[in-house]
């Protein structure tokens, strides 16, 4: 009976001892839980990154070539409506368009502008998809019901930013597809000849005027200049 009792106080007294070890030893587990799920969510965003860059260089080379292709295509469709300014019939069909502009310019001058639209797209989409990863990694964070649709939201929101963003090169190339092509609106007094897309870069910052064209409702006056009623241009 005594060594019953013997064993039962020795138990407990074990127990007893022994029960602040088990509390840290449970709060040592919890927080090695804990850094195993920040390790894993940091492994995951890491990884969450890793794909959206993989994503945009494809889309990159991908968006590329087929503006690489379809330039032509942009240089006489923009040729077709400037000739509404000097009310000339040049560039008539799709055709005809092609044999005029490889007779004058040869092969370059179907991809006058092409460089600054390609440093456009490839600069608005590598902002577009980074801003849109970096709000729904870093602002939105998820378990809210409304957060899903508001991440598909950040992408047209962040594509619209970065559009904004991009517009001088836009600019840039569309005034450099039409530039002393023949066409009165690509010429004196409608518009100064450019020897290259840096020079036209260059003349329209010096200007203030980077972003002509990019409102419908309102227009910028050069700096320096005002305009002319009776002449209906800028003096």
């Known amino acids: ?26 709060l040592v587990q919890h927080c090695q839980e804990d850094d195993q799920a920040e390790e894993v969510k940091r492994s995951s965003k890491e990884s969450s990154l890793e794909k959206v860059i993989k994503e945009t ?4 080379v991908a968006r590329s070539a087929a503006t690489l292709v379809t ?12 000739q509404f300014i000097g009310r000339e ?14 007779r004058e310019e040869g092969i ?15 600069l608005s989409l590598w902002l577009c998809n980074m801003l849109a990863y ?10 809210v019901s409304t957060m899903t649709e508001m991440k598909s939201y950040s992408q047209a929101v962040t594509g619209f930013f970065a559009s904004m963003l991009t517009y001088p090169f836009v600019l840039v190339s569309n005034l450099m597809a039409i530039n002393s092509c023949g066409l009165a609106g690509g010429l004196p007094p409608y518009a100064p000849e450019y020897s290259s897309w840096i020079d036209c870069w260059s003349r329209l910052h010096s200007e ?28």
Not at 1 to 17: N, P, R
Not at 134 to 143: D, V, W
Request: glycine share 10%.
């Open 1 to 26: 009976m005594s060594d019953a009792v013997s064993q039962v106080l020795l138990g407990s007294g074990l127990t007893v001892l022994s029960q602040p070890l088990m509390y840290v030893k449970v």
């Open 208 to 235: 203030g005027n980077m972003s002509r064209g990019n409102s419908l409702f309102f227009r910028k006056v050069p700096a320096g200049k005002r305009y002319l009623w009776e002449e209906k241009k800028f003096h």
């Open 57 to 60: 260089s494809q889309e990159m």
């Open 71 to 82: 330039h032509p295509f942009h240089v006489i469709t923009l040729r077709c409506m400037v």
């Open 134 to 143: 970096l709000i729904n990694t870093y602002a939105l964070e998820n378990g």
């Open 89 to 102: 019939t040049k560039y008539s069909g799709v055709f005809s368009s092609f044999v005029t502009i490889y």
């Open 108 to 122: 370059f001058g179907f991809f006058a502008g092409l460089i600054p639209r390609l440093l456009g797209d490839i």
